[in-house]
């Protein structure tokens, strides 16, 4: 083995880029500036790919959606001051999602920092609250060790974002500190005595539910927890960034939890005596809305301890590897069928009356406007039809607004990480350069971007970057010129909205200024055209734009979903 001062020395911004090749980057999305030059040009000499977006926000929903499908670190780069500010809405958004994402800043001279000079601010303070570690590079021997560690925080359960600074004149010095070569880490079985606890618990249950959460997709559990499921009979239900880790037309999986009381899912929590919460962030979904009387025996399974919060008190709380824990769990209680058969119903033959009635209202509300040909078309309909041109493994990604509220209901899925929800920060402007990010990860799948008419404005420029890299995603623009879950919720309080309409402009017109093909579909059968031909398209995005009634929004807030 080399000593250090046996290494050849290194330009400190190709060293970093060789830290990154060392970690597996394969792809930086960004923008080039004046202070991030040197690391620019070090790049020109990598096997890394970088991804020239249009706005650094676009670049970071790119790495965080790329760090999501691939569980790598997504890396995204910008300069420093408007370039990192435009940065941060990504990052947080990423960070609170728990995806796994490491952005890079540049900055002027380390010996300029103390004073006001062109662009310049406090990037590190600015993103401490929305990433999980950062620092300032001041020395270029230490690159190695920050970005090991930038990685390994990212990479740590809970994930998230890491944020690395590096100063112009730290770019330009030298070190001879090779790169760290990551490791393989393995985390912890369970505890055999909590395990002992948690099968009893659940064998005792008269109305046990297993509530599937974002850590389940983000380490790949579903295999172990569709065995778990299918072995013990328990019915079962996803978070909104949970779907696809049990299918959801398997026959005791009562789907998607929505939002409060106008939702069937919600309804069964509160029927539940013990709920297993497994992969469970609580900013999925408050377990104030299904705990409030504090009744229910809670068995938390995470690989981290659970949140103190008053309505989330677990029983029980397996902090370990999920798999090893749910497989574990699985054969503690079919050991003690087999030495007391008479003492537990597993797999358990009946489903509770209640969790029949509400499978029944979630498949219907998934049937009921199969046939619908009105137009503007239902959000159902929409959303029935995408689901039916699509495959299994192919993704769609939901925008923030009323349409992911019927998407995260209505649109079945089958495998894990094919239906992206953001449901932490719920940044709008997420769906078009994350479909960008999803088609490159997965070129081999159709990809689609659902997206309100508001939301799709705000990273339209995008699709330029979709059009140079010859990606033929498809966007589709849920239009009703308003914005429809702000005005419900306005009404809903106030009987009345206030500055939520906006007018759009002539979306085929747009979609061809930027060299696409563009629809304003004026019917449900010409919707149904127009997708499949998007789908034979070989090189170019696709945008059809379908006018929505939103009148039957009203249904996501009232108690009655008929």
């Known amino acids: ?17 060789k830290c990154l090749e060392a970690e597996g980057v394969e792809y930086i999305f960004g923008i080039p500036g004046e202070e991030n030059a040197d690391m620019m040009i070090s790049l020109l000499d990598s096997k890394i790919k970088f991804i020239l977006t249009r706005h650094e926000q676009g670049a970071a929903f790119m790495a965080d959606v790329y760090g999501r499908l691939t569980g790598k670190v997504g890396v995204c780069l910008a300069t420093l001051g408007p370039g990192a ?17 490491l952005a890079i800043t540049g900055q002027k001279d380390s010996h300029l920092l103390h004073k006001e000079s062109h662009q310049n601010m406090d990037v590190i303070t600015m993103f401490k609250p929305i990433t999980k570690w950062n620092w300032s590079i001041r020395n270029a021997k230490n690159i190695p060790e920050i970005v090991r560690r930038a990685f390994k925080i990212a990479l740590s359960e809970k994930p998230g974002a890491s944020h690395i600074e590096l100063p112009q004149d730290i770019a330009k010095r030298s070190s001879d ?40 997709v983000r380490e790949d559990a579903s295999k172990s927890i569709r065995r778990f499921a299918e072995r013990t009979g328990i019915c079962s239900m996803n978070t909104f960034m949970a779907k696809g880790v049990i299918r959801d037309d398997q026959e005791r999986h009562l789907r998607t939890i929505g939002i409060k009381e106008a939702d069937h899912a919600l309804l069964a929590m509160k029927e539940a005596d013990v709920v297993i919460a497994v992969g469970l962030d609580l900013v999925e979904y408050s ?3 299904w705990n409030s009387d504090l009744d229910k ?13 008053s309505f989330y008190r677990p029983e029980v709380e397996i902090v370990s590897d999920i798999e090893d824990a749910v497989n574990s769990i699985l054969e503690e209680m079919e050991q003690r069928k087999k030495r007391i058969p008479e003492s537990s119903d597993l797999p358990r033959k009946d489903i509770p009356e209640i969790f029949k009635k509400i499978k029944k209202e979630v498949e219907k509300r998934t049937e009921e406007f199969k046939d619908d040909g009105s137009y503007p078309i239902q959000p159902e309909k929409l959303v029935i039809d995408v689901r039916g041109a699509l495959n299994e493994n192919d993704i769609v990604l939901s925008d923030v607004g009323a349409h992911k509220l019927w998407i995260s209901k209505i649109y079945q899925t089958f495998v894990p990480n094919t239906c992206l929800i953001p449901n932490g920060f719920c940044s709008m402007g997420f769906a078009l350069p994350g479909a960008i990010a999803s088609k490159i990860a997965h070129p081999e799948r ?68 930027f060299g696409v093909k563009g629809h304003h579909v004026k019917s449900v059968k010409e919707f149904e055209e127009r997708l499949e031909e998007a789908k034979k398209e070989g090189e170019s995005p696709t945008i059809i734009a379908v006018d929505v009634d939103y009148s039957r929004n009203r249904v996501l807030l009232d108690d009655n979903f008929s």
Request: charged share 25%; with cysteine.
């Open 1 to 17: 083995m080399k000593s250090i001062k046996d290494h050849e020395k290194f330009k400190a911004s190709d060293l970093l880029v």
């Open 85 to 101: 500010t435009n940065l941060a809405t990504g990052v947080a958004n990423a960070n609170m999602d728990r995806s796994r994402l």
């Open 177 to 216: 500190i090779p790169p760290i070569i990551p490791q393989t880490l393995f985390r912890p079985t369970a505890n055999h005595e909590l395990i002992r606890q948690a099968a009893r618990i659940i064998l005792q249950a008269k109305k046990p539910l297993l509530f599937i959460g974002n850590g389940c």
């Open 287 to 289: 377990p104030r809305n």
């Open 297 to 309: 025996k809670i068995i938390h399974i995470d690989f981290t301890p659970a949140e103190v919060y």
């Open 446 to 513: 159709d990809v689609v971007a659902m997206c309100g008419d508001a939301g799709f404005l705000m990273n339209v420029q995008e699709l330029e970057t979709a059009v140079r890299l010859k990606l033929p995603i498809i966007v589709i623009v849920w239009c009703d010129k308003d914005l429809g879950l702000i005005s419900l919720k306005q009404m809903d309080e106030f009987g009345k909205t206030g500055y939520t309409r906006f007018e759009n402009p002539e979306f085929v017109t747009l979609a061809k200024s």
